[in-house]
């Protein structure tokens, strides 16, 4: 079966700090891996997505990166990170193709002080 | 963009009682999923019902694709139901797909 994990589950970071989260999934090859941010309230926010190694979209300008040296690995991350990079970060994994839906990581909770 | 409209923003239940979550999309989607979102952020899949309707125990979805709705039905609701409640539409384009959420029902059960 397939698994996607991420990590660190809780970061503390003070402003102008890098960053650097990662998600991995298991079980699977070739996924569609996406990134999302959920701040303050409920919203989902897509950040990046990526189809394929070094295959990498950005929905949204933003002080964020993402990369993806390997098939099954995306990384988030920012050279000097910003208040307003707090946050719940969420990612993502699917299958290739239409008619197949997201399976989401646990979530890193980033607090930017 | 598509937009996803969820009603009602926020739910108070009491522990027993039975709830209507709704869903409304502006546009044709390849596919449709419904997400609840623990205390803890955990962001959990539901059903995925591009149409028709679909029961999971406590839990039931129809999804009326040509009137651009789904409903997600709760029956007997616990204390453990507690969180927030997303929709989440798929349009498949240029290789992948691309979900947009609604802003969700946070719906509290009370014992």
């Known amino acids: 079966s397939q698994t996607i994990h991420q990590w660190p589950a809780t970061l503390v970071q003070p402003v102008g700090s890098p960053l650097s989260l990662e998600c991995t999934v298991e079980g699977t090859s070739n996924p569609n891996l996406y990134w999302y941010r959920q701040a303050a309230g409920r919203g989902l926010q897509l950040l990046f997505y990526?189809?394929?190694?070094?295959?990498i979209s950005s929905e949204v300008p933003q002080n964020l990166s993402a990369s993806r040296p390997q098939d099954r690995q995306f990384i988030l991350s920012s050279k000097k990170l910003l208040l307003s990079d707090s946050g719940f970060y969420l990612c993502a994994w699917s299958r290739g193709g239409a008619n197949y839906g997201y399976t989401f990581g646990s979530g890193t909770r980033l607090t930017v002080v | 963009g598509i937009q996803v409209e969820q009603s009602p923003p926020d739910l108070i239940l009491q522990e027993g009682a039975n709830s209507t979550l709704r869903c409304n999309f502006s546009d044709s989607v390849n596919n449709l999923q419904w997400f609840h979102q623990n205390p803890w952020g955990q962001l959990i899949n539901l059903f995925y019902i591009p149409s028709g309707t679909k029961q999971n125990g406590r839990l039931s979805a129809t999804t009326v694709a040509t009137e651009r709705y789904s409903l997600l039905y709760i029956s007997s609701s616990q204390t453990t139901d507690s969180g927030v409640y997303f929709c989440?539409?798929?349009?498949?384009?240029?290789?992948?797909?691309?979900?947009?959420f609604g802003i969700g029902t946070k719906l509290q059960v009370i014992p």
């Open positions: 990526s189809v394929g190694i070094g295959q």
């Open positions: 989440a539409v798929e349009v498949y384009s240029g290789g992948y797909q691309k979900v947009t």
